[in-house]
């Protein structure tokens, strides 16, 4: 079974531009998490979403937003980027169901976005 | 709100000795449990997890209970390898009708040959 796919892996832009990042989960996942890695912050939880709804935000600003379609797929963007906003993103899936493997989750390589 | 802390790094060990990282975590529900491992240049892998009181994870060696009145989840090795190398990550997830993990700030070990 083919993992979770995150593209581009790297990504250089300019501060005030906009960013979309792109994550496909396993197959049969409906569940799809995002992240921000930073060295000094660590792991922040962005947004999750399934069967294309919201159910969680993080708490970050509404710069930061996303979505998911119908396959699963979701985007992640950033608008009017900050130079604070380069860092590794990271998206993972889950079958997202209440039970044994809840909360479960299957993490991408990432996105390296550098903001100059 | 919910939060995770775990002991900081880095730990440098010799290979074949005893690991422990300690995690406790506060939550307003019932979470279930996890380790993550960073190695170098790689994702995020689940190492293993709990989901109730009592329960222990293990693999690869390494093994987590989930002690609900300490509120701790330590992981442990007997006997740590070179290829141990890695950020190890503690994590809780609760459903609340919907999924969000909260992951403490990461452990990096160097395991000396």
């Known amino acids: 079974k083919a993992g979770v796919t995150q593209t581009p892996r790297y990504l250089i832009k300019t501060r005030g531009q906009q960013v979309t990042l792109s994550c496909s989960p396993i197959?049969?996942?409906?569940?799809v998490s995002w992240y921000q890695q930073t060295p000094g912050q660590g792991l922040q939880f962005l947004f999750e979403?399934?069967?294309?709804?919201?159910?969680n935000k993080g708490n970050f600003p509404g710069r930061f937003s996303g979505r998911q379609f119908s396959n699963s797929r979701s985007e992640m963007n950033v608008s009017t980027l900050e130079l604070g906003d380069s860092a590794l993103y990271l998206c993972?899936?889950?079958?997202?169901?209440?039970?044994?493997?809840?909360?479960?989750?299957?993490f991408g390589p990432g996105t390296r976005l550098t903001v100059t | 709100g919910d939060s995770v802390t775990q002991m900081e790094g880095p730990v440098t060990l010799s290979e074949e000795a005893f690991l422990t990282i300690n995690c406790t975590y506060t939550a307003t529900g019932y979470p279930s449990l996890f380790w993550y491992v960073q190695y170098p240049g790689e994702g995020l892998q689940l190492l293993l997890k709990a989901t109730k009181a009592d329960d222990k994870g293990s693999n690869k060696g390494f093994e987590a209970t989930y002690r609900k009145e300490t509120t701790s989840f330590h992981l442990e090795k007997g006997s740590v390898q070179v290829s141990d190398s890695a950020v190890y990550f503690c994590a809780l997830s609760e459903n609340t009708g919907g999924f969000k993990t909260i992951f403490g700030a990461g452990t990096r070990l160097f395991v000396k040959a």
């Open positions: 197959s049969g996942h409906r569940s």
């Open positions: 979403y399934f069967s294309e709804t919201q159910r």
């Open positions: 993972a899936s889950s079958m997202g169901l209440a039970g044994g493997g809840a909360g479960e989750q299957y």
